[in-house]
């Protein structure tokens, strides 16, 4: 049954096969859990949206008309969770690019130092990490989860053009980050 289209298998757990939803949660547990940690910054706090993410396009699956892909819908409910949960916590969303400075957050105020023997790619997953969240999502979004501009824009609910212009910022936020803490030596 793992060669079905998600299509094949939404149809089956609409006709009862219920158990059959776990094939869902496993083709995007993974994927959705790394958006939502960068986006939350938290473990604990990914998991728990990610579980709440799953039972939400569960019970919501009547309503999903196959329009766009289950992947891009069911993102984009991880997505929406995500910002309900930073609402929540009183943090803000959006910052200006004028005021990035103030919301990278530098650990224990030192520059964060690459050592050789770490891996590059966690290396570049902590740097997008510093970044605020709608920028970490971006770039995950984009570049690690390989989505187009066009998926993007379905997820975050924006036009492309809006896609492109914050991927575009995201870059330079995260260039900006690079080039302040002299860690492009590190990534040569």
Request: aromatic share 10%; net charge negative.
């Amino acid at each position: 049954m793992r060669n079905l289209s998600d299509q094949e298998i939404i149809d089956s757990v609409r006709k009862g096969n219920e158990a059959d939803y776990s094939i869902i949660v496993d083709r995007y547990k993974d994927k959705a859990f790394s958006l939502l940690k960068r986006m939350l910054k938290n473990e604990f706090d990914a998991e728990e949206v990610l579980q709440d993410c799953f039972l939400k396009a569960y019970h919501s699956l009547g309503g999903f008309k196959g329009e766009s892909k289950f992947s891009t819908w069911f993102y984009r409910i991880a997505y929406n969770t995500a910002l309900t949960k930073l609402a929540s916590k009183k943090r803000k969303i959006e910052t200006e690019m004028s005021s990035l400075d103030n919301h990278l957050n530098l650990e224990d105020g030192n520059n964060f130092i690459f050592s050789e023997k770490e891996d590059l790619t966690k290396f570049i997953y902590n740097l997008v990490n510093r970044l605020p969240e709608r920028h970490a999502a971006i770039i995950s979004m984009f570049y690690l989860d390989e989505m187009s501009c066009e998926e993007i824009s379905k997820v975050m609910n924006i036009s492309v053009s809006n896609v492109k212009v914050m991927l575009h910022r995201s870059r330079n936020a995260l260039k900006d980050l690079i080039m302040r803490d002299n860690l492009a030596e590190e990534l040569i």
